[in-house]
């Protein structure tokens, strides 16, 4: 049984993203490429990442946030890679989101809400909404514009989740074990809460990552889920 886990290959390498995803994309539902990742290592490298998944699946994490040509182009360029999930920022507006997805295919879309790092006062310089109230509207408007997945933080899963429907893969950062640093996550819960409220899969990177026992950490998890 793989874990409901999405494995954040936030490393200062290809070879360490590489080893990484052999030794534990066995283990978990998604191995999740990002920024640093993608921009170092580029289309060839998240090739080199996807040989070795295992049956995982390739979460490409690039947040695309432009006008919506820009946005199509962007997800035109990397249809190649075929990855199963790609991020856009659900504040892209409608237009944005329905030319990822008409442009995407098979690839499922996931719209980021409000990123998990951001607290009630980063927000309030640009909106006068609580945040949960603005995630809830950002997610409805990414699944009328026919995103697959939406990706909010643990502390919005129940509300989204009631909105949205049982279709609408959740996916989720900010998620540490009770002993872990929050580093710079603000809005964070642990694997069990996270679950309970709903969600599918648990962004992790960190708190997995910096173990010198990652699958025994895999491992901690499910059985905290599994004990709830
Ligand atoms: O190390 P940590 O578990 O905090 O990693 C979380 C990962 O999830 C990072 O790769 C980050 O880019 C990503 N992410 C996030 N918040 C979002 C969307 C994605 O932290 N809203």
Redesign the pocket.
């Known amino acids: 049984m793989r874990a409901p886990i999405a494995i954040?290959l936030?490393v200062p390498t290809l070879l360490q993203a590489t080893t990484y995803t052999q030794q534990l994309a066995g283990h978990v539902a998604m191995i999740?490429v990002?920024l640093q990742s993608y921009l170092r290592d580029g289309n060839p490298g998240t090739l080199q990442i996807k040989e070795n998944l295992q049956g995982a699946e390739l979460f490409l994490?690039l947040?695309l946030h432009d006008i919506p040509q820009t946005v199509a182009g962007a997800v035109k360029s990397i249809k190649q890679l075929n990855p199963d999930v790609l991020?856009v920022h659900a504040v892209g507006g409608s237009e944005m989101l329905k030319a990822a997805v008409e442009t995407a295919g098979d690839i499922d879309i996931a719209a980021?809400t409000i990123?998990?790092?951001l607290t009630q006062s980063d927000v309030s310089v640009f909106s006068d909404h609580q945040i949960a109230d603005l995630v809830q509207r950002l997610a409805e408007s990414a699944v009328n514009a026919g995103c697959r997945a939406i990706?909010c933080?643990p502390h919005e899963v129940k509300q989204v989740r009631a909105v949205v429907g049982d279709q609408i893969r959740l996916i989720v950062?900010?998620?540490r074990m009770p002993a872990d640093a929050a580093?710079d996550?603000r809005r964070i819960a642990t694997p069990a809460q996270t679950v309970a409220a709903g969600a599918d899969i648990l962004?992790?990177?960190?708190?997995i990552l910096g173990s010198s026992t990652p699958i025994e950490q895999i491992a901690k998890v499910v059985q905290s889920i599994e004990a709830r």
């Open positions: 954040a936030d999740k990002g994490d947040k991020t980021v990123l998990t790092s990706v933080s950062p900010g998620v580093d996550q962004v992790m990177g960190r708190s």
